[in-house]
């Protein structure tokens, strides 16, 4: 695929010097990445809401387009053409730079994501860390956004977020450690290649307890129910946003969303191979119909993906929210000694020799 | 090369910039937001001579964790701006003194650095296929293994010492025992009484 984006530059402008060449092609990759990523993201909102309306029988948007597909560019439109009020008492310049700090972190981590085999826009060593600190500056758009608005409400939802995600970014940190020891590395299309090979080799299998925290760390640092006290509409109106409006708000919601993708799109790529396919290795199916099943490809990301995010609306969909102290509970005496333990049992695991981690010296 | 300059003076602008805005600012929020912004720049400026696991760590730490609960307690407290600003014409003298002292110990280093080495402050690109992050680890964890278990140690210390100093026990509080919340089973609470319908008489 990069080869192919590369290839084409060529053909088109060869005559630019190789530098910019290069620059072309990366960013056309780039370009790629972010218009599927908003589209997903345009299309989660539909999907969610047919999920949830399902859910509780009922039929969900169906009114604009086809299936009610085209709903997603309504609400667009309708957000885009809103005014954007702010608050006369307001810090101006930080409430309106709040949306852009949540929204370009999600966005800038796709940079190392592995989508299928051979393209990544930039395969970097660090990459497991790079994730890690991107999703640890997103918070600052949540608290900025609740301090700048300069209302009860906001900060309370500001004060809770905070909370809440300095607690479970600690356990997403000590489940990617055991990642990091399973695979071998911090690069993210070494730990996928480390999982290929059919279902059986995913890290899901050893690092069971590590997915779980992982995974239900995501939810929580996404401020997704049933972790979503930083909105908590039946309690402090909607938290952070309560004074954004149009575009600004649109932003919020993006980023949510975005962040949502995100997490789905690790959790795959660190617990359930990412690209490879489930069914590598069935020589079966060689010479049949079947055959891509088999090979590792874009498609198999996007399923998981595609899984996680209904996983995401079915919480939405079924669990009653947490209390404030009771997440905190959780974050810190659960989930945080659950990772210690398993990073110790790997540990022990990889010095006896046993199981996935033998190739630890 | 050229591009790697421009690069490196635009982040030490910047850099210099927000640590200026840190003092300058008059509202706290705003200072600490420009030390955000100079930790990023200096991460950049660490980017920019290959130290990618020291960079990423310091944003992930930094900015990502110790900033955040900085920008916490900062909000709790009502801070009373008119004195802040008192304190900084009164604390001027001796933040110049330390700063002087500082900057002369750096000049002292970099001279020093430089006569040694004979380099001019250039850095060898680090080969193809090099690991930030494995050559620190095996460093860490085999020549430098007892300094660093006795910070972690130290480090755990602090922790507990500082849960021990701050934890108060109010009497008569009633909290709720998880376990036993979550071990509870329907037919402890609930006796379904099966009986006939009655009959009207």
Known sequence: ?361 | MLFQSILFYTFSAVLVGAALGVVFFKNPIHSVMCLVLAFFQSAMLWLLIEVEFLAIVLVLVYVGAVMVLFLFVIMMLEVNVEAVKRGLTRYAPLAAAIALLMAIELVQLIWFRGDATGASGSFAATPEGYDNTKALGSVLYTEHVYAFEIAAVILLLAIVAAITLTMRKRPGLKVQDISKQVAVRAKDRVRIVKMDAEKKS
């Open chain 1, 1 to 361: 695929m990069k080869q192919m984006i590369a290839d084409g530059v060529e053909f088109f402008f060869g005559w630019l010097p190789e530098w910019m060449q290069y620059v072309t092609s990366t960013t056309i990759a780039i370009l790629i990445v972010m218009i599927g990523v908003i589209l997903v993201v345009a299309f989660s909102t539909y999907f969610e809401r047919k999920v949830i309306g399902s859910m509780q029988a009922r039929v969900g948007p169906n009114r604009v387009g086809p299936l009610g597909l085209g709903q997603p560019f309504a609400d667009v439109i309708k957000l885009l053409i809103k005014e954007i009020v702010i608050p006369a008492k307001s810090s101006r310049f930080l409430f309106v730079i709040a949306p852009l700090l949540s929204l370009v972190p999600a966005l800038a981590a796709w940079a190392v994501m592995p989508l299928h085999p051979g393209f990544v826009i930039a395969d970097i060593n660090a990459g497991l860390l790079y994730v890690l600190a991107l999703t640890s500056v997103g918070v600052y758009g949540v608290i900025l956004a609740g301090w700048a608005t300069n209302s009860k409400y906001a900060l309370l939802g500001a004060m809770r977020s905070a909370a809440q995600i300095v607690a479970y970014e600690i356990a997403m940190g000590f489940a990617l450690v055991g990642v990091l020891m399973a695979g071998g590395s911090l690069n993210l299309g070494v730990i996928v290649n480390a999982q290929s090979g059919g279902f059986l080799n995913w890290f899901l299998i050893p690092l069971f307890p590590l997915f779980i925290v992982y995974w239900v760390s995501g939810v929580a640092e996404t401020n997704r129910a049933p972790f979503d006290v930083a909105e908590g509409e039946s309690e402090i109106v909607a938290g952070f946003h309560v004074e954004y409006s149009g575009v600004a708000f649109a932003l919020f919601f993006l980023a949510e969303y975005a962040n949502m993708v995100l997490i789905s799109g690790l959790t795959a790529i660190f617990f359930l191979g990412g690209w490879a396919s489930p069914f590598e290795g069935w020589t079966f199916l060689n010479g049949t119909a079947l055959a891509f099943l088999a090979a590792p490809s874009f498609v198999w990301l996007f399923a998981k993906i595609c899984f996680f995010m209904y996983s995401f609306f079915w919480y939405r969909a079924t669990f009653p929210r947490y209390r404030y102290d009771q997440i905190m509970r959780l974050g810190w005496k659960v989930f945080i000694p659950v990772t210690i333990i398993w990073i110790a049992v790997e540990g022990v695991m990889a010095w006896a020799r046993i199981g996935p981690w033998a190739g630890l010296s």
